[in-house]
């Protein structure tokens, strides 16, 4: 059973998505000219169907590596979302005590 991953926020690219989507193109092409080759000949030699075999499972591992990278991320930035909200409220509780005004800052929608 794969397990589920929650989805990073709309807009947002991290370099190491990057890098799992250049590591899948080779394979990608590599299963293409295999699946090609094997539609093309009338009888499949096992030598291609071999490839093709182990292309779709490198295909497989890859796009599971690149889940638990993402889920691993998301648990990241909510973690430090976590970490910024507390020094926030911090922040302004000292402000508060001292008299000092604080501007309120408010993110940009995602």
């Known amino acids: 059973m794969i397990p589920t991953v929650r989805s990073p926020a709309r807009g947002v690219c991290h370099g190491r998505h990057r ?4 590591a899948l193109t080779p394979v990608l092409l590599s ?5 090609g080759s094997a539609c093309s000949s009338g ?10 075999g182990q292309a779709v499972m490198d295909l497989g591992s890859l796009v599971f590596q690149l889940r638990e ?5 998301q648990t990241q ?3 430090l979302r976590g970490a910024i909200a507390y020094q926030d409220t911090i922040l302004r509780q ?3 005590t001292s008299g000092v005004s604080m501007r309120s800052y408010l993110p940009p929608a995602p």
Do not use: Q, Y
């Open 94 to 96: 000292i402000a508060l």
């Open 19 to 22: 890098h799992f989507v250049r």
């Open 69 to 73: 990278e993402n889920a691993l991320l």
């Open 77 to 79: 930035t909510d973690s």
């Open 43 to 52: 009888v499949p030699s096992p030598k291609s169907e071999l490839s093709s």
């Open 31 to 35: 299963l293409a000219t295999g699946l």
